[in-house]
Antibody, heavy 126, light 110 residues
């Protein structure tokens, strides 16, 4: 059974940093691109970032470009999101998501995310 | 890129059917057969219901079906049940590096 378990959320002040983790179980982690998707309070889902299965290719939403860094450790089956210069508007539940189709060198999120974690809450407040 | 357009809310009675629309453009929905639909109960993990316009993953009820016409995709839920009450999101392939765009979400009340 596929499981994705996020951790690392918490309360931080504007300008501070935080790193999220997503531990993956039940599938060949290195063969799937992974994404972070967030949901701000009262808002819809927003795609944040993606990393290819190999970790060699990454991409970010404009709203986080230059502040967030996505990475993965395939030896530990873990996905990360380093978040710097956090803003109040970054307050959200962050979900990690697994793509439905194998993709080692790129990503194909448009083919669907077939597994999601339960999410971890990040609150940025002074 | 603007989000795909979904109605903010829809409602239906148990046993009845509802359809949620998702409107984009020729650069996304209209140009490609890569529409997905997700169900999201608050506090839980989102769930993939439909991929590539009309395909259901294994384990998803046949009460959920997807279709597309021109720049609008639709999710139909038949035989509404109380547990269907949730938020529903569409996504589509879109030209550009990100190649994924979300809809704004629709709250279904049963």
């Amino acid at each position: 059974e596929v499981q994705l378990l996020e951790s690392g959320g918490g309360v931080v002040q504007p300008g501070e940093s935080l790193t999220l983790s997503c531990a993956a179980y039940g599938f060949d982690f290195s063969n799937y691109a992974m994404s972070w998707v967030r949901q701000a309070p009262g808002k819809g889902l927003e795609w944040v970032s993606v990393v290819s299965g190999s970790g060699s290719a990454t991409h970010y939403a404009d709203s986080v470009q230059g502040r967030f860094t996505i990475s993965r450790d395939n030896s530990k089956n873990t996905l990360y999101l380093q978040m710097h210069s956090l803003r109040v508007e970054d307050t959200a539940v962050f979900y990690c998501a697994k793509e439905r189709v194998l993709d080692y060198d790129s990503w194909s999120a448009y083919l669907g995310y077939d597994s999601w974690g339960q999410g971890t809450l990040v609150t940025v407040s002074s | 890129q603007s989000a795909l357009t979904q109605p903010a809310s829809v409602s239906g009675s148990p046993g009845h059917s509802i359809t949620i629309s998702c409107t984009g453009s020729s650069s996304d929905i209209g140009g490609y057969d890569y529409v997905s639909w997700y169900q999201h109960h608050p506090g839980k993990a989102p769930k993939l219901l439909i991929y590539e316009v009309s395909n259901r993953p294994s384990g998803v009820s046949s009460r959920f079906s997807g279709s597309k016409s021109h720049n609008t995709a639709s999710l139909t839920i038949s035989g509404l049940q109380a547990e269907d009450e949730a938020h529903y999101y569409c996504t589509s392939f879109t030209r550009g590096t990100t190649n994924l765009i979300f809809g704004g979400g629709t709250k279904l009340t049963v």
